[in-house]
């Protein structure tokens, strides 16, 4: 039996057998990335149970239970507000950066807990990697911008430190467009190639899984697309959760979606069924237009 999530079972998810009352109307049919057909031989890489985060005195998520299954994509919708980047920022402990936050709940790695006076954030940063909205390249060159980890994590040695920024940046597919300007100033290149510089340097210290805050939404069709293909590629490797307000976006990248509102996570399953058979009304009518 699968983990419970936020109530229901991901069998009861997969059971085909969800009761949508009458006169609803049809939701709209989206491409999605093939999904496994079960998610009992994927294995369990994260998970976070009742997890409630609060800034101050306000609420921004409230119960959260959901897993995160090794080298999937997660994709996580909802409008704007509902605490889908708070609860992407309490997967690496982001959040612990911020005045006044308080966190409860509990949130493991490798069934390891990731909060806990034991638990050095830097370390589950390192392995928890994180790419946001907008890119923000160092005003280094672009080796340096890759390297950068690498050096913090005490990588000293000229030729370590090359294969190891020439492998995050082949890994980011921005190899070929930079090899023979490494020298170069990361922020003269072009808005696509400098969130792939920032993937490159999340990549660099061989994160275990990434957490991509709408990377795409600054930037044109053709390097939307361009992050599009790299997220599906790098789920060889790494496991991914994306936040993204981009509906067909998440239905073309991840294998399963986690629908937000208001705080709480509404329900998860595998893409297919949140695009063509949600189990929740308000997830119904965020996907077929009707509020969000
Ligand atoms: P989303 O990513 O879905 O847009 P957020 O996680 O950014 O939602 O925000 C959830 C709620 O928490 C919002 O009401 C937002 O105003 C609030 N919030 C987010 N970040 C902070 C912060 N650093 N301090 C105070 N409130 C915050």
New binding site residues.
């Given amino acids: 039996m699968s983990p419970k999530e936020n109530g229901a079972t991901s069998q009861d998810r997969h059971a085909g057998d969800v009761k949508r009352p009458s006169g609803r109307e049809k939701v709209p049919v989206m491409a999605t990335a093939a999904a496994p057909a079960t998610q009992e031989d994927a294995q369990l890489k994260m998970r976070a149970r009742e997890l409630t985060v609060r800034?101050s005195e306000?609420v921004?998520i409230q119960n959260v239970t959901i897993d995160v299954y090794a080298k999937q994509v997660l994709a996580l919708i909802?409008p704007?507000?509902?605490?889908?980047?708070?609860f992407l920022r309490s997967l690496n402990r982001m959040n612990d950066t911020?005045p006044g936050v308080s966190v409860s709940g509990y949130v493991e790695l490798d069934s390891e807990p990731i909060y806990g006076p034991m638990v050095d954030p830097v370390l589950v940063r390192r392995r928890v990697g994180m790419v946001f909205q907008k890119s923000n390249p160092f005003p280094k060159s672009i080796f340096e911008n890759v390297a950068y980890g690498l050096r913090i994590a005490g990588v000293r040695e000229r030729g370590v430190l090359a294969e190891r920024v020439e492998r995050a940046l082949r890994h980011a597919a921005l190899w070929e467009e930079v090899k023979d300007r490494l020298e170069e100033s990361g922020l003269g290149l072009s808005g696509g190639q400098q969130q792939r510089l920032c993937i490159a340097r999340a990549l660099a210290v061989e994160p275990e899984v990434l957490l991509m805050d709408e990377p795409a939404s600054a930037l044109d069709p053709i390097a939307t697309a361009k992050i599009e293909d790299l997220v599906s590629e790098l789920r060889d490797d790494l496991t991914i959760v994306i936040?993204t307000h981009n509906m067909q976006q998440a239905a073309r990248v991840s294998q399963r979606t986690g629908f937000?509102y208001m705080?709480r996570l509404v329900e998860v399953a595998d893409t297919t069924t949140i695009f063509t058979r949600p189990r929740e009304r308000e997830t119904e009518d965020y996907i077929t237009g009707r509020f969000g």
């Fill in positions: 800034y306000k921004a909802g704007s507000g509902c605490g889908k980047s708070t911020v936040v937000f705080g």
